[in-house]
């Protein structure tokens, strides 16, 4: 085939792909959002046919035709070109290898799995969503060993979210946090307590919702190209750079639940909205990687938004929305409050220093369920037998235990330590970062659009044209390095116990 | 073509078509509700490469044998099948008839005079709308001389929306409608006028939606299957009858606007939601024309929501939540302030009397508009001119005017006429189901599901299976006659203003 035959058939088949990809995401989204519960029907059926189409699209001899000329010419197309012929190549090297009935039943399968989920944690029965996860995780197993008959099977799913990570570097990783910081969680317990009982009154949802599109605005979210819905689960989706979508979930009596998913999501968004225009259109214009992305999500999350003078930016708006429920409290006793430290049951109600223990038991379990030792059937009583080890606390039901995330009722296995990773990046970010911006003096300025900058400059714009290593160098000029994140929470927490 | 051959591919291209309109239909729902303002590059992209998928599906010599081969057997197949047969062959003879090119151009041109019309409605801008609406109407003609050459061009517009309606039924109806409501209408204006003016004190919207939600249940309409989102302009949309939206929108200072939106649209949605389970999937699986789609909204909105019954039955509720503004109300005023007659600007607010007046104007323009005696330039002059000369009213400017709906903006030309038509069946079959049905009597007991249900066995579980004349036939045992209506309409306000 010609090389520019080649060209126009990947553009376009890109381009149709595209298109099949937004209807996909937008039937999610809605079903998850705006959707009467009972549209699963219509919505599975649209969904497969779509699935349908995208795989033969992909998935055809002349298609791997058209990509093996494109490998074979590879130094002789653009650069944003090389690296999406490379991406196409890997994801349909994949794909080729799955049998398409077998392709199709998995689809289905997440999308059953979902709304299982999605019912049993409301109705706090594991038991109807089990049946469920055993096939995922059987389909998971079954199609790595169709893409990678020689590796772990469990590496082969971290690698899918973090390329390079495996379980000997977060073996490796968790000790290392393990032996620092649950010393440090120990002292903290012992410590005198801090009072963050106020962020527990009643806030009326109305207000939240005034709230978070005061939050978006202090960072600096364009509205016109972002829009925030409610969904049991927070959550980011981008459809293209012009149209990003994130989702939150309001609790009356907490508080800081909301804000911290919000600011949190609006990291995730803040990066989509920032790619390059010139990757408009191509597999590059979306974050490097899942660690990457976690990383702006916790940038803004934890080092902006629990920082001192991110309260004192914001604390006179949050005493007048909330005038009733916060004429008590000052900036520095919510600045307290929102960085307590204490082991909890609720991943995402976490504090910022026990996080990577809620990490690390989903590691173990998925490491377990993937090397056989562990059935989806025992999940409940391993994790509730883990929470009490490491965090120390009695886990009452499933809803807020096995049944709180719905990351694996889609299928997403290997996902959970990218958090942990993103969080490490972070740090080291930050440290190389204070030696161009005074990163508090432009917090307390309410200027975090220099941030954004920043960060825009260093690692949005570049998509997925670069690697997460590549983007970690070009920050920090020297590679991924944890240390930096041990050295952060142990200094803050520290500071703030008076330990 | 065998003909067993021709069926399965007959059902395989209405399955890909029913996923592409689900995710068209779904882009254009999100686009004005969930989206943000900035998603229109990608959604227009995306549309427009759909459309122009289901226009090749449909649009080739082979579909076309497969149509002429079940045509030629028509009588074979069954009642279902064949009736969908007849509705594609309809459609397609009309869509092959339109070059590819000018059909993809039209696509994007009523794309983009949508959101072109949203913002100009904003903004009381018609110049800038005025071009897309010059272009849509330019775009109509052209077509209605590819697929009705011998037919009267708006003749071929009203045919599309209301079968066999034409302009010498209308001029005649509306006729009959001038020669007896004009009079009514100024008597009631020389009679003492309702007061209506608690309508109009401040109503929280979170009330407002609190109602909506009340008023659905009262209608008996199954949320597991019908979301309610809101839209600068109310409407409703099915995925299938598993599947329905209805839109509404809130004036914080008009009670009976959002009200009378959802009864409204809560009729059209009862009306999907009860199609048969025999036709899902089919084209038969909507309502059989605009105007019995009307019928069955102003059927609740009116013929129900309006009477003295129903505003005894909801009044306690209304009291108990909006009880700061309505606790010096009672039921009969409140029944006599949702009806006050009196001519005004804009034709969603319009009372059930004055109503017929709002689309006899729109209906002069197009007819004006399609037979080039007037220019889109010109419109907002004549708007106005008709709204002083049949309604009394001074237009003060072009968002309260000749921007106020959305249908031209859509490209439905000849639409309006079936919202008049509409309410003429509604009276004429109240006048015959009153023969099994005491109707006043289910509602004050809030029974209206029995309503539904005769509606449902008559007309909704039909479909498109039988025509609208047929479908008049079955509820009354006589083809359709506008004078219920005038009767209806002169009993109801005569009463109502002691005249």
């Known amino acids: 085939m010609e090389l520019n035959v080649a060209i126009e058939k990947f553009k376009n088949t890109m381009k149709q792909l595209r298109a099949y990809n937004h209807a996909t995401s937008l039937l999610y989204y809605d079903s998850v959002t705006g959707a009467p519960a009972g549209c699963q029907k219509g919505v599975g059926d649209t969904m497969q046919f779509f699935s349908e189409v995208a795989y033969k699209l992909t998935v055809n001899e002349e298609a791997f035709l058209v990509l093996d000329t494109l490998m074979e010419h590879l130094n002789e197309l653009d650069p944003i070109l090389k690296r999406e012929v490379e ?3 890997k994801s349909v090297r994949d794909m080729r290898k799955i049998p398409m009935d077998e392709y199709l039943e998995a689809d289905r399968a997440f999308n059953d799995a979902q709304f299982a989920w999605h019912k049993a944690k409301v109705s706090n029965d594991y038991a109807s969503f089990e049946p469920h996860l055993a096939k995922l995780v059987d389909i998971t197993k079954r199609f790595s060993g169709y893409t990678d008959p020689d590796k772990d099977m469990y590496n082969a799913q971290l690698d899918k979210y973090e390329k390079g990570l495996d379980k000997a570097t977060l073996d490796t990783y968790f000790g290392l946090l393990k032996e620092k910081l649950i010393p440090l969680i120990k002292r903290i317990g012992e ?5 963050d009982s106020f962020l527990y009154r009643s806030y009326p949802i109305e207000k939240q919702r005034e709230f978070s599109d005061y939050l978006m605005q202090v960072m600096g979210i364009d509205r016109t190209h972002c829009a925030i819905s409610e969904t049991e689960h927070p959550f980011t989706l981008n459809f293209s750079k012009y149209d990003v979508r994130i989702t939150t979930h309001y609790h009356e009596n907490m508080l800081a639940s909301s804000m911290y998913s919000v600011i949190h999501e609006g990291g995730h968004a803040l990066y989509e909205l920032n790619t390059g225009d010139d990757l408009y259109g191509t597999l590059l214009a979306n974050g490097a990687s899942m660690g990457m992305h976690e990383c702006q999500s916790r940038f803004y999350e934890n080092i902006i938004g629990r920082s001192r003078e991110f309260i004192e930016l914001i604390f006179p708006k949050m005493q007048e929305i909330f005038s009733e429920q916060l004429s008590d409290v000052t900036s520095e006793q919510m600045y307290r409050a929102v960085n307590k430290c204490q082991p909890s049951l609720i991943r995402t109600e976490a504090d910022e220093l026990t996080y ?5 038991i989903r590691y173990e379990i998925e490491k377990m369920l993937f090397d056989g030792s562990v059935t ?3 999940l409940p009583d391993l994790w509730n037998r883990l929470y009490r080890e490491y965090l120390g606390v009695d ?5 807020n235990g096995v ?3 719905s990351h694996w009722s889609g299928g997403s296995f290997g996902y959970f330590p990218s958090y942990s990773i993103g969080s490490a990046y972070a740090a080291q970010i930050m440290h190389h970062m204070k ?3 005074n990163i508090l003096e432009v917090i307390k300025d309410g200027e975090i659009h220099l941030i954004t900058q920043y960060l825009a400059e260093r690692i949005y714009k570049y998509g997925k044209l670069l690697t ?3 983007l970690i160098m070009k920050c920090c000029g020297e590679p991924f390095d944890p240390r930096y994140y041990i050295d952060y929470l142990t200094d803050k927490f520290t500071a703030l116990y008076g330990l």
Chains 1, 2 share one sequence.
């Open 87 to 89: 991406e196409a190549n």
């Open 191 to 195: 410590a005198e307590q801090i009072d």
């Open 356 to 360: 990577s223990l809620h990490i690390l």
């Open 376 to 378: 989806t059937k025992e």
């Open 395 to 399: 886990v009452p039901n499933d809803t």
């Open 403 to 405: 049944l709180q995330d």
């Open 435 to 437: 030696k161009t911006i």
């Open 468 to 470: 997460p290593n590549e």
